[in-house]
């Protein structure tokens, strides 16, 4: 890949990434939402975010959910290691909001928290492309 195709691609996933947390925003801010909507798409703004690095650092990664081991694919010296070093809680809803299972559905509480959560990751993340060149627009 080209240095651009790089930059054009992580930005795509950015984008994906700023729509999913824009979604979650929207839905929380509704009276009458689903919570566990609003958790799954803060997990997956996290997860393409996270893959947004990735792509532009060049490094593979697998097509995982689990937040945590993407974010620890990337080096040392990236904020986002350091500022979120535990990502599990949104990890979880990958699954725990998807799907039915031997779980208590998400409450509003919940999805108020993974919103604020991905919201923040979200930001350090831009951030740090600023500061490695990558002009994003948000």
């Known amino acids: ?12 996933w950015l984008r994906f990434s700023l729509e999913d947390l824009s979604e979650a925003k929207r839905l929380v801010s509704n009276e009458e939402y689903i919570p566990r909507h609003a958790c799954w798409l803060a997990q997956q703004s996290v997860e393409k975010a996270l893959n947004a690095i990735l792509i532009f650092l060049q490094i593979d990664f697998p097509r995982k959910h689990d937040l ?4 620890n694919l990337i080096p040392d010296g990236w904020k986002i290691r350091e500022e979120h ?3 599990a ?3 979880e809803w990958a699954v725990l909001a998807r799907y039915p299972g031997d ?7 919940d999805a108020r928290r993974a919103v604020k959560q991905a919201r923040s990751v979200w930001e350090t993340i ?5 500061d490695h060149g990558l002009r994003i627009e948000n």
């Open 89 to 91: 809680e949104l990890t």
């Open 68 to 71: 945590d081991a993407l974010r």
């Open 103 to 109: 779980w208590p559905d998400p409450s509003p509480t």
């Open 126 to 130: 831009a951030g740090e492309f600023s």
């Open 85 to 87: 070093p535990d990502l």
């Open 1 to 12: 890949m080209t240095e651009d195709s790089v930059s054009d691609e992580s930005r795509r």
